[in-house]
């Protein structure tokens, strides 16, 4: 069974930063696309970022470009999220997923881990 973990959320001021990891287990990690999808109080969940399978192909939404980067590690079965330039509009409830080949749609995701909170104060 596939799990998805993710970790590294919190709260910080506007201008900050906070790296998110999601580890998973279950299945070959380095066969799928991962991607991290957020959620704000009284909005629906909207796509951030997606990684293809080795790596070398990156998508962001463009309310995070140039400050968000994501990557993966597959030694370790972790993907991450560099949040840099954090505003106050990037509060959410974090989500990492995984799929197939990587997409901006959440339907086409497979796995999902149980999110992380990442509050930004101004």
């Known amino acids: 069974q596939v799990q998805l973990v993710e970790s590294g959320g919190g709260l910080v001021q506007a201008g900050g930063s906070l790296r998110l990891s999601c580890a998973a287990s279950?299945?070959?990690?380095?066969?799928?696309?991962m991607g991290w999808f957020r959620q704000a109080p009284g909005k629906e969940r909207e796509f951030v970022a997606a990684?293809?399978?080795?790596?070398?192909?990156?998508y962001y939404a463009d309310s995070v470009k140039g400050r968000f980067t994501i990557s993966r590690d597959t030694a370790k079965n972790t993907v991450y999220l560099q949040m840099n330039s954090l505003k106050p509009e990037d509060t959410a409830i974090y989500y990492c997923?995984?799929?197939?080949?990587?997409?901006?749609?959440?339907?086409?995701?497979?796995?999902w881990g149980q999110g992380t909170q990442v509050t930004v104060s101004s």
């Open positions: 997923a995984e799929a197939p080949r990587p997409s901006d749609s959440s339907w086409e995701y497979d796995y």
């Open positions: 279950g299945r070959t990690f380095s066969k799928y696309a």
């Open positions: 990684i293809n399978w080795s790596g070398a192909t990156t």
